[in-house]
């Protein structure tokens, strides 16, 4: 059974329960799943997952939530090599904060993609001032998801 990997960066729990929310429909799709709330780099490196998911949420000036940092300072200062990783963005935010909506999760695709990683379609950018609950617009990104790029394997 293929593996993908949930890899959470979140502040109040947002990211985190959209990451429950898409596991199931993932899990019906064939996938055994792991959801990671204090990600490491090690968790994409050395067992490295059939897809990730990186449901991320922006705090401050545009930056990773706490348990995020040293996930994303890890892929900063090692550059490993993630040829061969399929990968979809779940970026939460809030347009009222200007340029730096959903800025950790654009960051994070920017960090993935110059690794080498293949982004699958296109990134799911959630404004907390147009969706009250992050799900309500995850859930029907996931299942187009797993649709279009042909990820159900069951």
Request: proline content about 5%; some cysteine.
């Amino acid at each position: 059974m293929p593996m993908l990997k949930i890899f959470v960066g979140t502040m109040y729990g947002g990211a985190l329960d959209v990451a429950e929310q898409v596991a199931p429909l993932f899990e019906a799709a064939g996938y055994e799943t792991a959801i990671l709330e204090q990600p490491t780099l090690e968790d994409l490196t050395e067992e490295q997952p059939d897809l990730a998911l990186f449901c991320v949420s922006t705090t401050g000036s545009g930056d990773f939530p706490g348990n995020f940092v040293p996930f994303a300072r890890g892929l900063d200062e090692h550059s490993p090599s993630l040829v061969g990783l399929r990968y979809g963005v779940i970026a939460l935010g809030d347009s009222s904060y200007g340029d730096t909506f959903c800025g950790a999760g654009r960051r994070l695709d920017e960090m993935l993609e110059g690794l080498g990683a293949t982004r699958l379609g296109e990134r799911l950018e959630v404004d907390a001032m147009e969706t009250f609950m992050a799900d309500d617009a995850a859930l029907p990104w996931a299942e187009e998801w797993i649709e279009t790029q042909q990820l159900k394997v069951a």
